[in-house]
């Protein structure tokens, strides 16, 4: 995590603060949804990993919008997408969707920290490395080795950012935000 608050501040701190600012245009839908759920607050950040809060933003393995869905995903959480529509980029109904998906990895895994490194490499990865492993959370996980080194380095990485969020006066990135602070923030 040490690592990880250090290149977000060093090497990152641009792509981190563009991140932040632009995650205020879409705290307020994605507060709401995640407020009729029972899923830790803090899960409503994890498109300043996946996304930098961008929904536009398209990976190597096509993942799109804020959440990052792939069509394996996005398809069985009921996102529509083809040539017409494409509802992996609309901020409420992906966001309802990542609340679904996520709940689903907590029904089977049982964790959020375990939810997290499946959310990023699949519940197959997270599930097969648990049973060959006897390991029962994600940093026995990590240190065992089995993961992929994206899912491996994933919860640590939002963990740090989820830390210069929630902190952002403290690590000296708020003065540094052009988005106007809300004083009274959960986070």
Not at 45 to 56: I, K, R, T
Not at 140 to 156: A, F, K, N
Request: aromatic letters at 10%; glycine letters at 6%.
């Amino acid at each position: 995590v040490r690592k990880y608050i250090y290149i977000y501040l060093t090497s990152g701190r641009e792509y981190l603060k563009k991140s932040i600012e632009r995650s205020y245009i879409y705290r307020d839908i994605i507060d709401e949804e995640f407020r009729k759920n029972e899923i830790p607050p803090e899960l409503s950040l994890l498109p300043l990993l996946e996304s930098g809060f961008n929904p536009n933003a398209v990976s190597r393995s096509r993942a799109i919008g804020l959440w990052q869905f792939v069509s394996n995903t996005s398809t069985p959480l009921g996102l529509r997408s083809d040539r017409w529509v494409e509802e992996r980029r609309d901020i409420q109904k992906s966001t309802q969707a990542a609340i679904r998906h996520l709940k689903g990895l907590y029904k089977t895994l049982g964790s959020w920290d375990l939810v997290l490194a499946a959310y990023n490499g699949g519940c197959g990865q997270v599930s097969r490395a648990m049973k060959k492993t006897g390991a029962k959370n994600i940093w026995e996980l990590i240190e065992s080795g089995v993961l992929t080194r994206q899912t491996s380095e994933y919860v640590p990485r939002f963990i740090a950012m989820l830390m210069i969020y929630k902190n952002q006066r403290l690590f000296g990135i708020s003065d540094e935000i052009s988005v106007p602070r809300i004083e009274n923030s959960e986070y």
